[in-house]
């Protein structure tokens, strides 16, 4: 059996992946915001591996999930599902950026720096990633106007391009985004088309089916096929470019 972390699986679509794992007797180490939220976990807390708590806004109590998860042990595979959509304002982290770059972009980025590698990283991005493609002159949106969409399309692009990067870097590791599609989740809304069951399946599957389509890395995965993204993620340049500014950002460096 596998021992899978995913990050914001106190709720939504982490939470329904946990179950899934959990009920297929996988170990799953959860992940919530405060203690506070991990404590609304009760049970399903309890049948985990293991609970570590940070808010992913702060490097700091980024590094300090890290350290935990650490602790645990190594993992199999890692589902980078935690993530942000409409964000009124910039907002201003502890480190001072922009909280959809910071929880988004950033904390995935740091999490995959700093955490043991696992054979298996998964990373939820979105259909929207594809409006994202354009300059990374101003990733931290310091220079221009806050445009709450437009930002979380980057912030999705960007994930799909480190996964890639991973793939390409590390080729012995089975790196692959997943847009779930417009789930019904506090941040998909009621209206959305899609059950969390349907919305959890493809990144589960990525993270422990021994299917030869399972074990294949860079890919962007819908519904359990996959498709073509956005041309940036795919270019070599622009994976580069992306993790030099967020080495720069961070202070930290892929191994």
């Not at 939470?15 to 009920?23: E, F, K, P």
């Not at 043991?116 to 929207?128: D, I, K, M, Q, T």
Request: hydrophobic content about 40%; aromatic content about 6%; overall charge neutral.
């Amino acid at each position: 059996m596998a021992k899978v972390f995913i990050t914001g699986s106190s709720d939504g679509l982490g939470q329904a992946a946990a179950r899934s794992l959990l009920g297929m007797g996988h170990e799953v180490v959860l992940h919530a915001r405060s203690t506070a939220r991990a404590a609304t976990m009760g049970d399903f807390g309890a049948r985990s591996a293991g609970v570590v708590t940070g808010d992913l806004s702060s490097a700091d109590e980024v590094k300090q999930i890290a350290g935990q998860v650490n602790a645990i042990g190594r993992m199999d595979a890692i589902i980078h599902n935690a993530g942000v959509y409409t964000q009124r304002s910039r907002g201003t982290t502890p480190e001072g950026h922009a909280n959809t770059f910071a929880i988004n972009t950033l904390a995935p980025f740091m999490l995959t720096a700093l955490i043991e590698r696992p054979a298996r990283l998964v990373y939820l991005s979105s259909g929207l990633h594809r409006g994202g493609e354009g300059s990374l002159d101003d990733l931290d949106w310091t220079k221009r106007a806050w445009d709450s969409s437009k930002a979380y399309a980057e912030s999705k692009l960007h994930v799909v391009a480190l996964a890639f990067a991973l793939a390409r870097r590390c080729p012995k590791v089975l790196s692959n985004a997943v847009d779930p599609g417009w789930v019904r989740t506090k941040m998909g809304g009621p209206a959305a088309p899609l059950d969390l069951e349907t919305g959890q399946r493809t990144q589960s599957w990525l993270a422990i089916s021994d299917e030869p389509a399972a074990l294949t890395g860079g890919g962007y995965w819908h519904h359990l096929r996959q498709q073509q993204p956005a041309s940036e993620a795919s270019n070599p340049r622009f994976q580069d470019k992306l993790l030099d500014q967020l080495t720069g950002f961070t202070g930290i460096g892929l191994p």
